[in-house]
């Protein structure tokens, strides 16, 4: 009905710009390390730097007793 004010393509050799991707399955290549790959002692590595990086933020404070 609109002729050449239409917008959409009819075209049916051009291709489409991307190939539509599903939201419900993962998409990432899969070569990525996670965690449950690490070993004991990578896994105690990374809890030590997280603990250091939290430490950190940590105000220093004086333990004061009296007796």
């Not at 002729?3 to 009819?10: E, N, P």
């Not at 075209?11 to 419900?24: F, H, T, W």
Request: hydrophobic share 25%; with cysteine.
């Amino acid at each position: 009905m609109k002729g050449d004010k239409c917008k959409f393509s009819h075209d049916l050799s051009v291709g489409r710009k991307a190939e539509k991707r599903s939201i419900y399955e993962d998409q990432r290549d899969g070569n990525e390390e996670t965690m449950a790959d690490w070993d004991e002692e990578k896994l105690e590595q990374v809890v030590m730097q997280k603990h250091a990086e939290s430490d950190l933020k940590k105000p220093k404070t004086e333990i004061v007793s009296c007796s």
